[in-house]
């Protein structure tokens, strides 16, 4: 590997660690909240703090710059899907209706 190439994998690493550290402390929190609250936990939010608990290892183990780092693509791939279906099953915890997030309001549908 390259100088560039290092320093760049380097600061991938360390925004990886910090995205998934900020949305751990915020699941942490909604947790936290709910148990205060008496509600019950539900299996979406505590799947999401399990990704970003494992991508916060992941990006803490893989943060130096080995000579074979290349090889943890397939690994950085699965916690990328991970993440995708994290955000889905967040957004359906919302209670967010999904025609707001396309622009469309629910009165379209009858035009």
């Not at 539900?42 to 799947?47: A, E, S």
């Not at 693509?73 to 994290?86: E, R, S």
């Amino acid at each position: 590997m390259g100088a560039a190439s290092k320093v760049i994998h380097v600061l991938l690493r360390v925004w990886e660690l910090i995205c998934s550290v900020i949305v751990l402390a915020i699941l942490a929190r909604f947790l936290h909240l709910l148990s205060a609250a008496g509600a019950t936990r539900d299996g979406r939010i505590v799947y999401a703090l399990i990704a970003a608990s494992i991508s916060t290892l992941y990006s803490i183990v893989f943060m130096p710059p080995f000579m074979y780092a290349f090889l943890a693509f397939p690994a950085d791939f699965a916690l990328f899907v991970m993440w995708l279906v994290a955000f889905c099953l967040l957004i359906s915890v919302s209670g967010m209706p999904l025609d707001l997030l396309s622009g469309h309001s629910s009165a379209d549908r009858f035009i």
